[in-house]
């Protein structure tokens, strides 16, 4: 049985976390300049209120201010001193003394971006109880410098508040834009990604169910294309599957009927020999067509039972010389050429591949053999190097291969080119080339011939 993905351990579980880290991530560096501007902010309100404060001392009658008006002014502001410089001219207005020495100067006009954001996190790790220096000009004077002594206490409280509301506001956003970004990729995505999974799943462990086959959607976008291919995909393994149920048991019944077949076919053919013993002519005349018939009905039997039982024994690889190989295969082909048919070796000497001599000498008769019973005369070999591959060219001149035997090259019981042959020469000599890294293809065919082309690696 299929078993579906759990959210947990699935992508949409993923991709929920991720969204939300990277959100958080995007809301950290937005925070980073968004507190030195708040800080910047602040700072620039005290030196605007300690301006506030100066004019007041300075417009006073004689400039004469009361201590407890003084205090009260400087309460007010939330500052020990407060020095004015209006035109280069220094003068003292207001003023107590601190609690502590100043241990932080801070000169705005003079700081950049990266100091803001440095001092703003200095402040919000050390800035508690800590006595500062501010360095400002007046945002309502630019004639104006003013100079105040603070603590900056109050400053790290208001900017732990700021940084709280922008916690609870990324907190919020990303919660949001993850739940949007989720929702939106699972319809798009992770629904048909689990779909394709369980199809999957359910196609393995019962390929020949109806309903293992996905049912692909209407979309017509990437998902849609690839359910389509899933589908037409998983219908080609089907068939596929049921092919080669259908050949092993082909194999097994020909292995249980073979031995009682051959001997009905032995005894079919001692009759048929008695036949040319008889004094009728006709029956001397039908004997050879009622032999050669049985003899092709034996050879069926036998390469179909081959075939069947083909497991792809392990090739044992040695250097082998093409030239020589292709003369070991005109030996074996002496009884499937008529007398004027023609082996032309044209293969060069010295040409070695690492293969498995056996093996590739059967590539060659198959093909040659396919040939010289299509009426070949002439059948030519030919070999050179590619970069780093031997191709290999067999050549004949019986006339070019029929539609049918081209539409179905190389398929078992189908691909043949002759009337009452199966196919299965071109089959098993692909399947060999294969198996050495190689390629076997048909290379052209026409009213001059055919030729096939094998293409082998050098090592």
């Not at 002439?378 to 019986?398: F, N």
């Amino acid at each position: 049985m299929a078993h579906r993905l759990r959210l947990p351990r699935g992508l949409s579980a993923r991709l929920l976390l991720l969204t939300i880290l990277f959100v958080m991530v995007a809301e950290v560096l937005i925070y980073t300049p968004s507190i030195a501007r708040f800080r910047q902010a602040w700072l620039t309100e005290k030196a605007a209120a300690a301006h506030l404060a100066a004019l007041a001392t300075v417009d006073a009658p004689e400039h004469m201010v009361t201590e407890d008006l003084e205090r009260e002014i400087l309460d007010h502001i939330d500052a020990y001193r407060v020095f004015m410089t209006r035109s280069e001219q220094p003068m003292y207005v207001l003023g107590r003394l601190p609690p502590a020495p100043v241990s932080d100067t801070i000169d705005l006009d003079a700081q950049g971006t990266f100091d803001l954001i440095y001092g703003a996190f200095d402040a919000l790790a050390n800035g508690s109880g800590r006595v500062a220096l501010l360095i400002a000009q007046s945002p309502r004077d630019p004639e104006v410098q003013i100079e105040v002594i603070f603590d900056e206490t109050p400053l790290v409280a208001d900017m732990w508040r700021y940084s709280g509301r922008i916690l609870m506001l990324s907190v919020i956003i990303a919660l949001i834009t993850a739940s949007l970004v989720f929702f939106t990729v699972r319809w798009l995505a992770i629904r048909p990604l689990s779909r394709f999974a369980d199809s999957v799943l359910r196609f393995r462990d019962t390929p020949d169910r109806d309903d293992a086959v996905i049912v692909p959607s209407a979309r017509t976008d990437e998902v849609g294309y690839a359910e389509r291919a899933l589908r037409d995909m998983q219908i080609a393994v089907r068939s596929a599957l049921r092919q080669q149920a259908r050949l092993a048991a082909l194999g097994t019944a020909m292995t249980r009927i073979n031995h009682d077949l051959r001997n009905m076919l032995a005894s079919a053919s001692l009759v048929s020999e008695r036949l040319t013993e008889l004094d009728d002519p006709e029956a001397r005349k039908a004997a050879p067509r009622i032999l050669n018939a049985i003899d092709r009905a034996v050879e069926l039997c036998a390469r179909t039972l081959a075939f069947a039982r083909e497991e792809g024994a392990p090739l044992v690889t040695v250097p082998v010389d093409l030239h020589d190989l292709a003369a070991d295969a005109e030996r074996d082909l002496v009884g499937a050429r008529s007398p004027n048919a023609r082996w032309v070796n044209e293969v060069p000497r010295g040409l070695t591949v690492a293969a498995d001599r056996s093996q590739l000498a059967r590539v060659l008769v198959n093909l040659g053999s396919n040939a010289f019973q299509a009426g070949a005369e002439r059948v030519g070999l030919r070999a050179e190097v590619e970069e780093d591959r031997v191709v290999v060219e067999v050549s004949d001149d019986a006339g070019g291969l029929p539609p049918r035997a081209r539409a179905h090259l190389f398929q078992p019981f189908a691909g043949s080119a002759r009337p009452g042959g199966t196919g299965l020469g071109l089959a098993i000599a692909r399947e060999i080339v294969a198996a050495h890294g190689g390629t076997l293809m048909l290379a052209r065919t026409g009213a001059d011939g055919t030729v096939f082309r094998i293409s082998l690696p050098r090592s």
